[in-house]
Structures are given as C-alpha cells and as structure tokens.
T-cell receptor, first 110, second 113 residues
Framework: GQQVMQIPQYQHVQEGEDFTTYCNSS?????IQWYKQRPGGHPVFLIQ?????EVKKQKRLTFQFGEAKKNSSLHITATQTTDVGTYFC??????????FGQGTRLTINP | DTAVSQTPKYLVTQMGNDKSIKCEQN?????MYWYKQDSKKFLKIMFS???????INETVPNRFSPKSPDKAHLNLHINSLELGDSAVYFC????????????FGPGTRLTVT
C-alpha cells in the first residue's frame, strides 16, 4: 500500500529562520494532505494537494506537490514560536485509509 | 460547540482492566475513525466507520472493539488492557468516505500500569 517517508524527523531552528519538511513516495500519489499537531494537541488539517506541480500558500506556509506526484514539501518562511509542533504528511491507500508519515518535529529557539 | 469530542481526556488504569473511550462529532459527518499515536508520535489508523458500518479494521488485537450506535458516535472498548496499549487515542471524522480532510478530537491519553 501507499507509504510515505518524511524527513527530517526533527528540526530545530532559530526564530526567524526558514523550515522545510519533505515527504517522498516510491509510487505516484493521488493526493497528499498536511496536518499540524501542536505539543499536547491533536492533528489539525492544513491543506490537500491534488494536482501535479501544485503550489499553495497559506500566509508564511508554502505547500508543493511534485510534478511526478511522488513527493511534497511544506516550507515555512521566517518561523515564529507559534509554528512549533509536529508536521505530518498523509496519503490515502485507496479512498478510505489515510496513512500518515512519521512526522517532522519542529522546535524553535526564540 | 466542540466539533469532535472525546471522553475521558486521561485514563490511568491497571493491566487486565477493561475500559471504554467515547467519541462524538457534531459536524454531521458520515465517517468516523480511531487512531493510535504511540510515544514516538507515529499515528496509525485502527478502525473506520461509515454511517455506522465498519469499513476499516486494521491489524488490531481483538481486545479492541469499536461500536457506532449512530453516525455521530464512535466508541472504543478495550478488554484486558496491556502495557503496550499505553498511547494517545484520537477519534476523527470526515464528511464522507473519500479524499476529505479529517477532523480530530482532542485525544485520550491512556496509561496502563
């Protein structure tokens, strides 16, 4: 079934620095979702990418879906302390089962 | 007006006991899920229900039994708890089956001693 490798597992940055997390699949994906989980919180849906080469922005967050639909990235410009948390990509196996990546835990030095 | 709620938030119990976690969503969604998140933050689906019908049943010990009395509720009963069951359990819902976003509850932290 569909699986994704997410890297890095951990990232520590200074406030104001940029941050990127990547998801890679060996097979072509129908779509990919991104979630954020704050420490002690629950996953919160951020976005879904569907089209090849798609780029979507949400304020300081930029999401990309690769041309071959086998990889995706989430980039945060000028991190703030509110960006702290774990970022997950997730892909569907069939239309029913959402499989999550291992997550990238972002910590920020203020 | 919480969208997806779970009770209890924390559950501390001894090995061998039986416990239940309840979940309710007021979003009018058709599909509900149970996920387990381990200590390494790995999030894995356990079950999903669509309109009270079991759709996904992952390789979960049969000590875990979900029950959906109606499409707004999905409960999880666990028999004979083991140390390895300690985790955070999240309920989630989505509008229907398919490529939709999922809305997660606040989680239930289960600690088995």
């Amino acid at each position: 079934g569909q699986q994704v490798m997410q890297i890095p597992q951990y990232q520590h940055v200074q406030e104001g620095e940029d941050f990127t997390t990547y998801c890679n699949s060996s097979t072509t994906l129908s779509n990919i979702q991104w979630y954020k989980q704050r420490p002690g919180g629950h996953p919160v849906f951020l976005i879904q990418l569907v089209k090849s080469g798609e780029v979507k922005k949400q304020k300081r967050l930029t999401f990309q879906f690769g041309e071959a639909k086998k990889n995706s990235s989430l980039h945060i410009t000028a991190t703030q302390t509110t960006d702290v948390g774990t970022y997950f990509c997730a892909v569907f196996q069939g239309a029913q089962k959402l499989v999550f990546g291992q997550g990238t835990r972002l910590t920020i030095n203020p | 007006d919480t969208a997806v709620s779970q009770t209890p938030k924390y559950l501390v119990t001894q090995m061998g006991n039986d416990k239940s976690i309840k979940c309710e969503q007021n979003l009018g969604h058709d599909t509900m899920y149970w996920y387990k998140q381990d200590s390494k933050k790995f999030l894995k689906i356990m079950f999903s229900y669509n309109n009270k019908e079991l759709i996904i049943n992952e390789t979960v010990p049969n000590r875990f039994s979900p029950k959906s009395p109606d499409k707004a509720h999905l409960n999880l009963h666990i028999n004979s708890l083991e140390l390895g069951d300690s985790a955070v359990y999240f309920c989630a819902s989505s509008p229907r089956l398919g490529f939709y976003e999922q809305y997660f509850g606040p989680g239930t932290r289960l600690t088995v001693t």
